[in-house]
């Protein structure tokens, strides 16, 4: 359209193209220096060309009226209509009709762009295939998150993505794999338009396509996560599973029908083809409706890096969406060169191994816990660890021979290394330090699965810094292997058994969540993980029991603990402090305390504190009291 459509319409009437439900008198009087002219249905050809047309029909006849608005260049405006829900909701109309009306006496018109599906005008949106996640908004029934759950609920079974052949506007041609589509216009015309935080414009000559293709079904019901959280969209940081292409034109083909619903109306065809026609309606936009003074056509853009094209998409095509997603091959190749490096033994791993022990052996004696952080942050035991986690998911024979072989004479070493210290250490006391990783509980097995998850997850994200899951790893594995090393050149073989069963725990628990791990992300075909997380699932069995009789004693002694009396209370008429310091569970359970006053203390008052206690607890205890005297 030239510069000259732009400007106020040639004639000073407005036409008002109604039907028999509208009281035109009411409006009349509001248009004092123009001339209201009411017509009805049958008087729709009436308006002459450039004219300014205002319209309150309803959805079906404002469609079966287009081409006539298109042919006569009419300036538009739309009022309020009961039947009239989603060109209003698209084109910003509401209020009541009055103040619409007011409104498009003032207002500048715009030259707007027209969607169509198949030489069909599009009012709101097309949505192509079954799709909870991308249903249609009813306005007249909104989402609410219970209904969003019980969909979602329902959607997930038989979820399978359907090929399709794209080709756009400058010719591209793309065959990817969905689940479903959304094609809008606008950012108001749809409600997920409405989610975007970037305006998409009903001036710019481009229509939006949104391709909705999750590689599994976690993938598919964590889409359906966020809509019961709504957060902004960013065109430029799409989610995982969602794919933009914008443009003025879309072929879409795809073997058999295809169906979709064309403004809630359902339609098949073989293909079905969008196009933008470029500024060629004169639309008086809502009092609502955003837009831009700004006509520039913006260029075609194709955001499909994440979605599965190609030979990618004529495999998940074949059978339904698996529970957990296949990784991209450039994210399995460069993961798979990296842990295959890690997995054997080198000169540069042996030497931080021991050094890391010998840092923690230095904090352990010196009860420095700094100094034990930075023997974390030394230790190497992340990468064999990692690889043998890949290794036990993916049942690579070679993989989990070099990297268990690289772990235990990593793991010898630095034992051997604490036993020699132990024995050249003049110093023989366990330490608050060491104390701390003699007892293993259910509670050091999720520090363990924990660091597992982390460590996986930083190896298959390289955005991810890897030193940080390296840390974690290091504070489940380099303490306890030390403890054991000092123990056994102590020759104290109880103490040794605790720290070892740690060692252990993390061990097993790390290996286990960081094959799980993989699973997830897509590195490991569930059939192959089988093997390797059934293993580790009966090594974990195994060092439960221990850890559950470890954690419930924990748990009694917490209990022992609070019903202990403790501070200031009176024993044979005399004030006696009281101070708790070990509680250990057993059958009888042994509380050790020290006593003080200011006046003697002797055994009568240690026999009234434990008949106290033990009337507190229900059963008889082991006390063992130091008493000291207060001057």
Excluded at 271 to 276: G, K, M, T, W
Excluded at 492 to 512: C, S
Excluded at 552 to 565: A, E, H, K
Aim: net charge positive.
């Amino acid at each position: 359209m030239g510069d000259s459509e732009q400007e106020s319409p040639r004639t000073s009437e407005i036409y008002l193209i109604h039907d028999d439900t509208l009281d035109i008198q009411s409006l009349s009087g509001n248009t004092p220096h123009q001339r209201l002219i009411g017509l009805n249905w049958k008087q729709r050809n009436t308006p002459p060309i450039r004219s300014r047309v205002l319209l309150y029909l309803g959805d079906e006849q404002i469609r079966a009226l287009l081409q006539l608005i298109l042919q006569k260049h009419w300036e538009v405006g739309l009022l309020p209509h009961p039947e009239t829900g989603l060109v209003a909701r698209a084109l910003g109309v509401k209020g009541r009709v009055e103040e619409v009306f007011n409104h498009y006496l003032q207002a500048a018109s715009i030259n707007a762009d027209i969607l169509t599906c198949n030489d069909q005008a599009v009012f709101s949106s097309v949505n192509i295939g079954e799709v909870f996640a991308l249903a249609p908004y009813d306005a007249s029934r909104p989402p609410t998150r219970r209904s969003t759950l019980i969909g979602a609920q329902r959607s997930v079974k038989n979820l399978q993505l359907r090929s399709y052949r794209l080709t756009t506007g400058k010719d591209q041609k793309i065959q990817l794999a969905a689940l479903g589509m959304v094609v809008m216009e606008h950012t108001q015309s749809s409600l997920i338009g409405r989610s975007f935080s970037d305006a998409l414009s009903i001036t710019d000559g481009r229509l939006t396509l949104l391709v909705f293709a999750p590689r599994s079904v976690l993938s598919y019901l964590w889409y359906l996560v966020r809509l019961l959280f709504p957060k902004k969209i960013r065109l430029t940081r799409l989610p995982g599973a969602v794919g933009l292409i914008r443009s003025d034109r879309v072929l879409l083909e795809s073997p058999g029908e295809i169906d979709y619903t064309l403004d809630g109306t359902p339609v098949s065809a073989k293909a079905v083809e969008f196009r933008i026609l470029d500024q060629r309606i004169r639309l008086l936009p809502g009092p609502a409706m955003e837009h831009s003074e700004d006509q520039v056509q913006s260029k075609e853009s194709i955001k499909i890096g994440h979605l599965p094209v190609d030979e990618t998409a004529q495999q998940l095509v074949q059978a339904p969406l698996p529970l957990f997603s296949h990784a991209r091959e450039e994210e399995y190749r460069d993961l798979f060169v990296a842990l295959r490096e890690n997995a054997v033994l080198s000169s540069p791993f042996l030497v931080l191994t021991i050094l890391s022990v010998l840092l923690a052996l230095t904090g352990l004696y010196a009860n420095s816990a700094p100094v034990i952080i930075g023997a974390m942050i030394l230790a190497p035991l992340m990468s064999p660890i990692i690889s043998l986690s890949m290794g036990l998911a993916r049942t690579e024979a070679s993989l989990i021979r070099n990297s268990f072989r690289t772990l235990l004479i990593g793991t010898t070493s630095g034992l051997f290394c604490a036993i020699v210290v132990a024995w050249i250490m003049p110093l023989e006391y366990v330490t608050p330090e060491m104390q701390a990783r003699l007892s293993p509980t259910l509670l050091d097995l999720s520090v363990a699965v924990i660091s597992g998850v982390a460590g996986a997850y930083a190896h298959a994200k390289e955005e991810i810094a890897k030193s940080l899951a390296g840390v974690a790893i290091a504070v489940a594995l380099v303490p306890p292997l030390s403890v054991a090393g000092i123990a056994i050149g102590w020759g104290e073989l109880a103490m040794a058994k605790g720290a070892l069963l740690l060692f252990i725990t993390n061990l097993v628990g790390i290996l286990l969540a960081a094959s799980a791990t993989f699973l997830v992300l897509g590195f490991a075909p569930f059939k192959l993980a089988k093997k390797g997380l059934a293993i580790a699932l009966l090594l974990m069995a195994v060092i439960i029991a221990p850890l559950y009789i470890a954690f419930d004693n924990l748990v009694q002694q917490g209990s022992i603990r609070r019903q202990v009396p403790s501070g200031q209370i009176e024993l044979n008429g005399q004030s006696v402090g009281v101070r708790v310091i070990k509680v250990r569970a057993g059958n009888p359970p042994m509380i050790r305390v020290i006593l003080s006053s200011s006046m003697r203390l002797d055994e009568n008052h240690v026999d009234a504190l434990k008949q106290l206690i033990t009337e507190r607890i229900g059963s008889t205890v082991t006390l063992e009291a130091q008493l000291n005297l207060r001057r």
